[in-house]
Every structure is written in structure tokens, then in C-alpha cells.
């Protein structure tokens, strides 16, 4: 199955943030995730680790979360990433995760 690329939305209704990690990673693709919650903590917390090059937590903006930042590609992405010189952490999962501003452009 080929990935989609662009903005693709599921919703799925889980129990508990495990149901979520576990249908989150299972997806084919990696290259960004979104996590919305109230409890910013634990939301990074699941962001971690998630099977995704950019987590965002709470943010709907497509756009990177910093000029600077590293990503890699994850699963069915494919084998890379983007960033600056130290790129070659992609070799190791690298990812970022934060909180997108909330004035972010979609």
C-alpha cells in the first residue's frame, strides 16, 4: 500500500492513552503525528513515543515547529529526513516533539 502524502485525519475513539500509542504506531506512515489533550504533560509524554518524525501537541500547523529542526522519517516514510548538519541522527529515530503555538498558521 502506497502512503498518503498530505493532511489525512482519522478519529478513533480508545480507551486509554496504551489504545492510542497502539493505533497511533501501528499506521504505515511516520513523518508527523498530532496529539490533542488538556493535560499538557501527559500529552508530551505520549508524544514521545510516538512513531513519528514531529509530534505536535496540541497544534494544527503543517508548517515544521522550528527552522532548525531535525526530522526523521519513520516507517513507511521512507529512509531520510531534514534538518541541519546533524541530520545523520536520523540513523537513530530522532524526532521533536512540542506544543505548537496556538497563533500557528494552519
Not at 511516520?30 to 501537541?57: H, N, W
Amino acid at each position: 500500500m502506497a502512503e498518503i502524502f498530505g493532511p489525512v485525519l482519522t478519529v478513533h475513539s480508545v480507551t486509554d492513552d496504551a489504545q492510542a500509542l497502539e493505533l497511533a504506531n501501528s499506521r504505515l506512515g511516520g513523518l508527523a503525528a498530532y496529539v490533542f489533550t488538556s493535560d499538557l504533560e501527559q500529552g508530551l509524554g505520549l508524544g514521545a513515543r510516538m512513531d513519528a518524525g514531529e509530534v505536535k501537541v496540541n497544534g494544527t500547523s503543517l508548517l515544521d515547529m522550528h527552522p532548525g529542526s531535525v526530522q526523521s522519517f519513520w516507517a513507511g516514510s521512507g529512509i531520510g529526513g531534514h534538518g541541519n548538519a546533524e541530520l545523520i541522527r536520523f540513523f537513530l529515530g530522532s524526532r521533536i516533539v512540542g506544543v505548537d503555538p496556538p497563533d500557528a498558521p494552519i
